[in-house]
């Protein structure tokens, strides 16, 4: 049954597809390919996380994504971590991990790359909400930085649960202090905020205050947690989910997580769809498209960081 709905909706994505080419061929063609964005500036969040801001005015939501291509090098989806319509900026967070996470956070002002997108699903918020938890994980936190900032501006209150193995690796404190989130740090060694993890916080959140929606980006046994937690609390929850990605647009197949695309049918996903993927959790396909255990997935190459 799940088949046909994603063959269905695979039929669907061609016919429209082909509705546009038979228009417009040069669009669609124009749409897919990278505009060649100058670095506006870059700031360190801490050693080894920088964000670059390009000047742009970008339509995203929260939860989508970029494919950064460095010409020669390689391609990456990257988080839209922040946006600033007034002054046309947008800005994404790297964090040094392999190639080419290393060669872009050595980039500097005024240098280019290739930008595609936004693309993805993105989180959603709705105007009835009061007050809702966000719980990111590492560089899970970018994506969730964009969410407060857009629930803030909708009168929402926003508690932002971080948390990373120390304090020189966690993001966003002074920003989402500044935009009026309440701030809740975790941190492995007890060196800011509660020693621990983002799910003990949430816990015990959720034992004195009430929230409407909870949100979480960062390793997938942490995302599993909140999903947990979530069910305990019979509150509602969505979730961001990374698969090595190509395309980006829903063709190459390469970030399938059971029938879903991952660049196309999520990033963000609402918990009961997770809970319907039997690969969340367990499997992920390396760069050949092999389907290997997520352990094995987050220790291949050098991405050591979400490994736990
Ligand atoms: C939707 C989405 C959003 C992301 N947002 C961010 C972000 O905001 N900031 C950030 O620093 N990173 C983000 N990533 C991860 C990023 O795309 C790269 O994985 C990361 O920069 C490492 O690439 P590398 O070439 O430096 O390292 P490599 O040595 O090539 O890879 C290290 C590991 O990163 C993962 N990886 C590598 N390439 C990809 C890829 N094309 N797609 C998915 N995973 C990959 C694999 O687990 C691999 O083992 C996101 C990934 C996805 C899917
Ligand atoms: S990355 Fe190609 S289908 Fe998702």
């Not at 983002?198 to 959720?206: F, G």
């Not at 979480?216 to 942490?222: F, H, S």
């Amino acid at each position: 049954m799940k088949n046909d709905d994603a063959e269905a909706r695979a039929d669907e994505n061609i016919e429209e597809m082909m509705k546009h080419l038979v228009k417009d061929p040069l669009k669609l063609l124009a749409v897919e390919q990278p505009d060649v964005l100058k670095i506006h500036s870059v700031y360190q969040e801490n050693p080894g996380f920088n964000t670059i801001l390009f000047e742009k005015e970008i339509n995203a939501k929260p939860g989508q994504f970029v494919n950064v291509w460095i010409p020669g090098i390689d391609e990456k989806p990257i988080s839209i971590s922040f946006v600033d319509r007034e002054n046309r900026l947008f800005g994404i967070t790297v964090f040094e991990t392999g190639r080419c996470s290393r060669i872009l956070c050595s980039m500097k002002k005024g240098g280019m790359l290739g930008i595609r997108g936004p693309y993805g699903n993105p989180f959603t918020i709705s105007k009835k909400m009061k007050r809702i938890a966000l719980v990111g994980g590492g560089c899970g936190a970018a994506p969730l930085s964009f969410l407060a900032d857009c629930a803030i501006a909708e009168g929402i209150e926003v508690y932002f649960i971080v948390g990373a193995k120390t304090k020189d690796k966690l993001l966003y404190i002074d920003r989402m202090k500044k935009r009026g989130a309440y701030v809740l740090a975790a941190t492995e060694d007890g060196s800011m905020g509660a020693k621990g993890f983002t799910t003990d916080v949430l816990r015990q959140l959720l034992n004195t205050d009430k929230v409407d929606m909870i949100y979480a980006c960062g390793p997938e046994i942490m995302m599993q947690k909140v999903i947990g937690i979530a069910d305990e609390h019979n509150l509602p929850c969505q979730i961001s989910m990374e698969r090595y990605m190509k395309c980006g647009l829903g063709v190459c197949g390469q970030c399938a997580c059971d029938d879903r695309l991952v660049c196309k049918d999520g990033p963000a996903f609402e918990k009961e769809e997770v809970k319907t993927m039997g690969d969340f959790g367990k499997y992920a396909r390396l760069k050949t498209g092999k389907k290997v255990g997520l352990k094995e997935y987050y220790t291949h190459g050098l991405n050591k960081q979400t490994a736990q």
